[in-house]
């Protein structure tokens, strides 16, 4: 008698991501409720199980679900409002206006719908948020079906999301407490930047994260600005900064670090921070490129973000993994820096590690949790192909996402979501931003 | 009574990239045989003609056809072969045993129609080819129905295309001869790089091809070595070299120039050469990164090339836009280089000049022949749009082509070709790789 069980997912290459010997050729991948209870070769697979439903198959690829370490969903809404900008004048002059104005409860959730759309859509399973209104954030993930590590941005001064210390330090606790056992999102605490963030402010978010054991979302040495700023105000670089206080730990995801140093970049592996590197938002905006080969050579755990879409200009991490794992070579002037496979690592596993559920997702094993993407391999940049992790890293681009699972439930098949409305997103939009318009 | 035409184009958006007022909202192109008539508003068009087959309409964007400036296209075939691996184990441990071993009629026929069929599904009309067996890059060419500039490299040593350079210039005169009445296939005359030719090569070559009026297609100032290797042999950086023999004016497109310096850049603008940007390839191998804001600020004319897809690996124009316009922008210091805007002239109409078609290709105007792409933004990663020209630079990908017309045709249609067998291609590509494979 075979096991039933409610989908097998087939590939002709399935790359586990796992230390085991990989990829598998013509395997399966088989899901019962919300995880993985076997995955090897497919003969061996359909011997054994008979499943409701099946996916995927000959000329597939199957990977784990891409995990977007570092995004502000929401802005979306501002993709390409203004470009091709000095980063102050794009700033205050259009990106902190339009927020002023138009930020709110109905503005993140549906601009997070389109968020998550476009994320599902380019396989991404699982990103981290810090951004306002995550209540908002939460709801349209929920309802996308997507995983999720939400944070409010926490900044020594009055937002739309708080008045006071203590209201942010209030409200960020309060938004654990009901998040903390969700399924599909996990809370976090996300002090913005060493900038806008006093040692104080840092020290309370740490001690709340230790609490509630949940990862720390924040900003760090993102310019050569902010490296100015934080040695005039604390005679220190923003990683020996924060260091100095005791500030740097493994709960740590710190997007950008374009500017660390050499030591700098000894601390952050040996306080076991993970880093999210943004590359793209980081070249459009002049930030810099982050020194990417060193970190990982020195056992930082680097990963991808996208950064939000108004400084990208999408929410694409194999387009991020491309970029990446091309341009690394050339700025360390050694053409097998960041092999293809390292870039899918840092994509998928290690993402998934930065955000404290490295035990339950970022690879393909029995007993993980069933987010998996199926890549088509039937197109003409794909073909011929000799490699998969080449062809995934170096070839593909996120339209050749063809079924994304989440929690082994099905959440976008041939583009579409089963639980999203394209069209009334895509309405919403453009109401939006024709508001936004005429404001800017 | 309405003028009968062929076909009129309907876009939302008309990107003409002329140097009139643009885009046009809500426009129309009019295609008469193998030429655009005329061009306006949508509503003043539709007055005036009626069209046998309506393409494009609302959420839709018109550009001309993308130029790809450098490629070998038939080394589509390698795509992937080897990656991540030094520029000296890579070519001469992978590339050149696989092209001694392969390299024939059929083999570049047969790649060349998959490379064919990539770059229409990317919006590339003409591209600007350097390889062997031309003839059948031509068949392959014609097949498709698209355009290209095509020559047989040119090497100081024996290689499958000629023994002597005699032979090497009686079969280049031979190819000229033959196509340059052609409707599609223009012939160019191409001396691989400085450091496989001598300048008396180059001076022949450029001889040759000011007698045919037809382009020179060379290699120069790609990678570290080479300057080192022209140093040595010359005494000089390549581009000086070059320039002290008398062989650079405007009827050269030159791929790379990754390592000129300031005076070169100025030699460079001043001799009218056209520079082909590959970086992806540049990135990809390790080579370096090209000036090219300086050679912009210079007056240098800059448009983009794949180069092969062994080292890129696709041949994805619209991808080579995204990256060098945020790139150059962290290579620089400066946000507002490189704006969306000049990206997408260097790949569209500095791109048909560079190849000497600028009189008719390379914009949207009356007069000019009808190589068009329609471009769909009705996906997640176009929605909000503010900015035309930001999306098809930031934020589109090649996926989002939806038709593509070459010389008043529609030679793709929904990632279709009416001309090429998009099964029998893939096939044969696994047939090939089989072979490759098992070599080496």
């Known amino acids: 008698m075979k096991e039933k069980v409610d989908i097998i997912v087939r590939g002709e290459y399935i790359l586990t991501m796992t230390d085991a010997e990989e990829p598998i050729h013509d395997g399966a991948v088989v ?158 605490v996300a002090p913005h930047a060493p900038y806008t963030c006093s040692p104080e402010t840092y020290k309370r978010a740490i001690r709340l994260a230790e609490r509630y054991d949940v990862t720390v979302h924040t900003h760090l040495s993102e310019t050569r600005w902010e490296v100015e700023e934080i040695g005039r105000r604390y005679g220190k670089s923003p990683v020996r900064h924060l260091e100095s206080h005791g500030l740097l730990n493994e709960r740590i995801v710190a997007a950008h670090c374009v500017w660390p140093d050499e030591e700098e970049i000894e601390i952050l592996a040996s306080r076991g921070v993970s880093v999210s590197h943004c590359l793209e938002s980081n070249l459009k905006l002049s930030s810099g490129i982050a020194p990417v080969t060193d970190m990982l050579k020195k056992g930082v755990r680097v990963t991808f973000g996208t950064d939000g879409a108004a400084s990208n200009n999408d929410l694409d991490i194999i387009s991020e993994m491309s970029t990446a794992a091309k341009l690394h070579k050339a700025v360390s002037g050694d053409p097998t820096a960041l092999s293809a496979r390292d870039a899918l690592l840092m994509a998928t596993r290690w993402g998934a590690q930065a955000l404290g559920l490295g035990e339950r997702l970022g690879s393909i094993e029995a007993g993980k949790l069933a987010d998996l993407v199926v890549i088509n391999l039937s197109h003409p940049h794909l073909v011929p192909l000799y490699d998969i992790y080449s062809h995934i890293v170096y070839s593909a681009k996120s339209s050749d996402v063809e079924t994304v699972i989440v929690n082994g439930r099905v959440v976008l098949n041939g583009g579409d979501s089963p639980n999203l409305d394209r069209e009334e997103i895509f309405y919403k939009a453009g109401q939006w931003a024709e508001r936004i318009s005429k404001n800017s």
């Open 31 to 188: 899901i019962k409720d919300t995880s993985i209870v076997d995955v090897g070769p497919e003969e061996a697979i359909t011997e054994r199980y008979d499943a409701r439903r099946y996916i995927g198959g000959k000329g597939c690829a199957v990977i784990p679900g891409l995990v977007n370490t570092h995004t502000h969903a929401a802005m979306v809404y501002f993709r390409g409002l203004a470009d091709d900008l000095p980063l102050k004048e794009w700033l205050e002059g259009h990106i902190w206006p339009a927020e002023q104005k138009f930020l709110g409860y109905d503005f993140v959730r549906d601009a997070t719908e389109l968020a998550c759309l476009e994320m599902l859509s380019s396989g991404i399973t699982l990103f981290n948020d810090m951004y306002f209104f995550e209540d908002a954030s939460a709801d349209a993930i929920r309802k996308a079906g997507m995983r999720a590590v939400l944070g409010t941005g926490i900044l020594d001064f009055p937002t739309v999301a708080a008045s006071t210390m203590d209201e942010y330090f209030e409200k960020a606790e309060e938004f654990i407490k009901k998040y903390r056992d969700d399924e599909l999102i996990k809370p976090s």
